[in-house]
C-alpha cells in the first residue's frame, strides 16, 4: 500500500506584517502640503508596537494556519489602519475600501501604497476577528498615548450613560410572530432538497404560513376576514367587542407559529438522521433552527401572557427581536420616544475629550453602580485616582462616598437620587459644589458627537459583539481624533 495522502489544511491567506515601505510623498510632493494634518499628526503615534501586536494576536487566529501557510494576506498594519479611518470619518467598510483606493493620502496613510486596497468583503471579515476585549485593551493603550502626548493628564473624571439602539423595527406581539413564522418558513423551503424524501408522504411538512400571518386568518365560516392588517386597524379602538376581536386574531396568530413549530421539529429530527448535516447548507440549517427556536417558543409565550391572559412580561425578559435578542426595553426620561429598544452604554472621560472607558451594561446591571468600576479602571491606567469626580443623579449611589473616599478622590460632585437631607441640600448650593459641577456638562456634547459623528445613534453591527465593536471602535475613532486635533494645534 502506498503513504496515505494528508489532509489538507484549510487555510485561505498567511498573515503578513506591512508592505514594503514606499514614499508616496517622493513621487507627489505636492501632496505633502494638502494633507490633513490630522492624520500627519496620528501617522507617528500609530507606529505603536502595542496597538499593532495587540490587533495581530487576534487576527492570526482566522484560521488554524494562519501564520504559516497560505497565500499573503492584506497587512496587519494596513488592516489596523483602514479600521481606524473608517470609524475616524464614520464611513461605510464599501466606502472606506473606495476613498481609500481614490486617494494617494490616505493610501500613503493606511501603508498601501501602490498595491491593491481590500475589498469591502475582505474588510469585514478581518473585522470580525476582532475581539471586543482587544477594542478595550485598544482604547486603553490609545489613552496612555494622550497622557504621553500631554492632551490629558487624567486629573478630572466625569461619568453619563446612554442608550445605543440597534437596528430593529418597532417591535409588537404579532411582528414578533410574523418574523417567526418567516424565519422558520424560509427553513423549512431550504431543508426540502436535503429531506424532501424522507418525508415524503408527510402531510404539509413543508408548507409555508407566511401569507396566513400576513393576509389574514379566515374563520370557519369564512364570514370574516382577519389577520394582521385587520389587527393594526383594531389596535386603537376600544370596547370590549374590540378586545375579544384582538384577542381572537392573536390566537389564531399563536396557533399558525406552533403548527410551524410542529413542522419545524419534523424537518430538524430529518436532518438529523441524513448525511447532509456534517456538509456545509446542512449545519447551517440545523443552527438556524437551533437559534430561532427558543426565541420563537419565547415569543408565543409572552403573546399569550400579555393578550390572550393579560398579564404582564418584565422589561428585561421580552423579546423585542429575533434577529438582535440582546436589544432590551429602556425608559427615556426625555422629550420625544417614551422608550428606547438596544443597550445602556457608560462612558468615563477625562479632560481633553479623552474617553478612557466605555461599559455596556448587563441586564440588572444600572449606571448607579458605574462609579466603582470607573476609579478601578482609572487607577489602573492613569496610575492614581482622579482629584474631582463628577456624574449626574443617575450615578448616585449610598455607597459613592466611601468608594471614593477609599480611592483617594478629593471631589466627588454627583448630586443626590430622590429625597435629599438637609445636609446634601446645603452642600449643594455652595459655589465651589457648582462650580466643579458645571464641567460635567461637557459629556453630553461628548455622546452627542459619538452619536451623531461615529456611529452610536443606532448600531448596524449583528449581535452583542457586534454592540461592542461598534461602540469600541467608535470610542477609539473619537480619542484618536481628539489626540490629532490636539497636536496639530
Known amino acids: 500500500m502506498g503513504k496515505a495522502t494528508p489532509t489538507p489544511i484549510k487555510n485561505d491567506s498567511m498573515l503578513i506584517d506591512r508592505h514594503e515601505h514606499e514614499d508616496v510623498f517622493a513621487r507627489v510632493p505636492e501632496l505633502a502640503d494638502q494633507t490633513d494634518p490630522v492624520l500627519r499628526r496620528l501617522d507617528p503615534l500609530l507606529e505603536d508596537d502595542v496597538l499593532y501586536g495587540t490587533v495581530r494576536t487576534d487576527l492570526s487566529r482566522r484560521y488554524p494556519q494562519t501564520l504559516h501557510h497560505g497565500r499573503h494576506s492584506t497587512p496587519v498594519e494596513v ?10 470619518y464614520d464611513w461605510s467598510y464599501r466606502e472606506t475600501a473606495e476613498r481609500v483606493a481614490d486617494s494617494l493620502v490616505l493610501r500613503w496613510f493606511c501603508r498601501v501604497y501602490f498595491q491593491r486596497v481590500p ?27 494622550a497622557t504621553q502626548a500631554r492632551v490629558t493628564r487624567g486629573r478630572k473624571l466625569r461619568i453619563d450613560g446612554t442608550v445605543v439602539q440597534t437596528a430593529i423595527h418597532h417591535p409588537t406581539d404579532s411582528s414578533l410572530l410574523v418574523d417567526g413564522v418567516r424565519v422558520l418558513s424560509r427553513v423549512l423551503r431550504r431543508s426540502k ?31 370574516m376576514r382577519q389577520g394582521l392588517r385587520t389587527l393594526h386597524r383594531t389596535a386603537r379602538q376600544k370596547g370590549e367587542a374590540v378586545a375579544e376581536q384582538r384577542v381572537t386574531i392573536y390566537k389564531k396568530m399563536i396557533a399558525t407559529a406552533e403548527q410551524t413549530l410542529d413542522q419545524v421539529a419534523r424537518v430538524r429530527d430529518a436532518l438529523e438522521e441524513t448525511e447532509q448535516v456534517a456538509q456545509g447548507q446542512g449545519r447551517r440549517l440545523r443552527e438556524q433552527v437551533d437559534r430561532f427556536v427558543p426565541l420563537v417558543e419565547r415569543v408565543i409565550q409572552q403573546a399569550r401572557t400579555r393578550v390572550v391572559d393579560g398579564g404582564k412580561v418584565l422589561a428585561d425578559e421580552k423579546i423585542v427581536s429575533l434577529f438582535e435578542p440582546h436589544s432590551r426595553v429602556i425608559a427615556r426620561h426625555k422629550g420625544g420616544a417614551t422608550v428606547e429598544f438596544g443597550r445602556t452604554v457608560v462612558f468615563d472621560e477625562v479632560e481633553g475629550g479623552i474617553v478612557s472607558r466605555y461599559a455596556i451594561l448587563d441586564d440588572g446591571e444600572t449606571e448607579h453602580g458605574a462609579l466603582a468600576p470607573a476609579l478601578m479602571h482609572h487607577r489602573e491606567v492613569f496610575g492614581r ?6 456624574a449626574d443623579r443617575g450615578v448616585h449611589s449610598p455607597d459613592n462616598e466611601r468608594v471614593a473616599g477609599a480611592a483617594g478622590v478629593r471631589h466627588l460632585v454627583i448630586p443626590a437620587w430622590g429625597k435629599a437631607t438637609a445636609e446634601q441640600r446645603a452642600r449643594e448650593k455652595e459655589r465651589a459644589w457648582r462650580q466643579r459641577y458645571q464641567w460635567r456638562a461637557g459629556i453630553e456634547g461628548r455622546i452627542s458627537s459619538l452619536r451623531r459623528d461615529y456611529g452610536l445613534r443606532c448600531c448596524a453591527d449583528h449581535g452583542p459583539d457586534g454592540m461592542e465593536r461598534r461602540v469600541g471602535w467608535g470610542v477609539i475613532g473619537s480619542n484618536l481624533r481628539h489626540i490629532g486635533q490636539a497636536l496639530a494645534a
Open 79 to 88: 488592516l489596523l489602519r483602514l479600521l481606524i479611518i473608517k470609524h475616524l
Open 119 to 145: 475589498d469591502a468583503t475582505t474588510l469585514l471579515r478581518w473585522a470580525h476577528t476582532i475581539q471586543p476585549e482587544t477594542l478595550h485593551a485598544l482604547n486603553d493603550r490609545v489613552v496612555q498615548l
Open 193 to 223: 432538497a436535503l429531506v424532501g424524501d424522507a418525508l415524503e408522504g408527510t402531510r404539509d411538512a413543508f408548507r409555508t404560513r407566511t401569507r396566513t400571518m400576513r393576509q389574514g386568518l379566515r374563520t370557519r365560516t369564512r364570514t
Open 385 to 390: 485616582a482622579p482629584t474631582l469626580v463628577t
